[in-house]
């Protein structure tokens, strides 16, 4: 079965010093992966996505994300991150189910921003 | 501008009542779906529907109820039988290949 390990609940960092969240997935096939933002209390928010080609993939508010096959990897990295980026990240795998499709998500990782 | 709405934003539940939440959308999007969300336990997949009169049980669809009778509208239902309702709960839409949109939510509380 599909799934998504986000290994790290919580993560602190200063405002200015970057960035990487980790997502690790177990998916049978290629698998299309994405990065959700949530801030509190609201709907998630689309970063960026992998369908295919290039493993290096941007987003928007300044994310990227890497795609290694060989580590069932796809973590998320910002080179300098900004108060505002303070929020709940989800990573998520699509999986291909009998009438249709679905995503299913990882846990989250809540990042705190300090100045 | 096109999106998906939820209604209402907070909700509070009895013991033994039924409750239903709205989600309307005007993006013309084919598939819509509701999952639950939990603190730590990311989101859960309850209902989802790829077209109208028809949709299909997720990963956690005891004790909750759908209805697909316009392209627009998912209702959800949590039930009686649902022993642990209190979530935040997300419905969403896609059309080709895994573009969702999300709504912004309902909180649903026993009380």
């Not at chain 1, 303070?86 to 299913?104: D, P, Q, R, S, T």
Request: proline residues 4%; neutral net charge.
């Amino acid at each position: 079965a599909q799934s998504v390990t986000q290994p790290d609940i919580h993560i602190t960092v200063s405002e200015g010093a970057s960035l990487e969240l980790r997502c690790n997935y177990s998916y049978g096939a290629t698998p299309y992966l994405f990065w959700y933002v949530q801030s509190p209390g609201q709907g998630l928010q689309l970063l960026l996505k992998y369908f295919s080609g290039d493993t290096l993939v941007q987003g928007i508010k300044g994310f990227e994300a890497e795609f290694k096959r060989s580590q069932s990897s796809f973590n998320l990295r910002k080179p300098s991150v900004h108060w505002s980026d303070a929020a709940e990240y989800f990573c998520a795998v699509g999986a291909v189910v009998e009438y249709g499709n679905k995503l299913v998500f990882g846990a989250g990782t809540i990042l705190r921003v300090k100045s | 501008d096109g999106g998906i709405t939820q209604s209402p934003k907070y909700l509070f539940r009895k013991e033994g009542q039924n409750v239903t939440l709205s989600c309307e959308q005007n993006l013309n999007h084919d598939a819509m779906y509701w999952y639950r969300q939990d603190p730590g336990q990311g989101l859960r997949l309850i209902y989802y529907s790829q077209i109208v009169n028809d949709f299909q049980k997720g990963d956690i669809a005891e004790g909750y109820s759908v209805s697909r009778e316009k392209k627009e509208s998912f209702p959800l239902t949590v039930t009686s039988a649902q022993k642990n309702p209190t979530a935040f709960y997300l419905c969403a839409s896609i059309t080709g290949n895994y573009g969702y949109t999300f709504g912004s939510g309902t909180r649903l509380t026993v009380v």
